[in-house]
């Protein structure tokens, strides 16, 4: 029975492994944004759900697209930068800002960048 519990993390491992390699760098240098649009929103130390989803909506929605396309890594990549500048308490924006199974809903006419 052990024997098969460690072939199948070994697979899990090789999988995981596979995956990383076919990540590719984010087109979107978020180093570069501005995060006052979330940062002056935002603030501890009660971040209040409201203002804080609000904010990173309108920071995150024009990049909808390279945020949840999973072959690149623009979503851990925003995320450290909206942490980096923020000093948010690690998940607080996946832990308020949910509209449903899928996440946050961005407006259609969303500006994209």
């Known amino acids: 029975m052990e024997r098969n519990w460690l072939l199948s993390y070994l697979a899990i491992l090789i999988v995981m492994a596979a995956a990383s390699t076919s990540i590719s760098a984010c087109p979107i240098e978020f180093e570069f944004l501005n995060y006052t649009i979330i940062t002056s929103e935002c603030k501890g130390p009660k971040y209040p759900a409201n203002r804080c989803c609000a904010a990173f909506k309108k920071f995150a929605c024009p990049y909808a697209k ?27 924006f996946a832990a308020e800002c949910r509209e449903g199974k899928r996440g946050l809903k961005c407006p259609k006419s969303a500006p994209t960048r």
Do not use: E, V
């Open 66 to 92: 390279q945020i949840n396309d999973l072959t690149t890594d623009c979503a851990s990549t925003m995320f450290s930068y909206i942490n980096l500048y923020g000093k948010y308490p690690p998940g607080l």
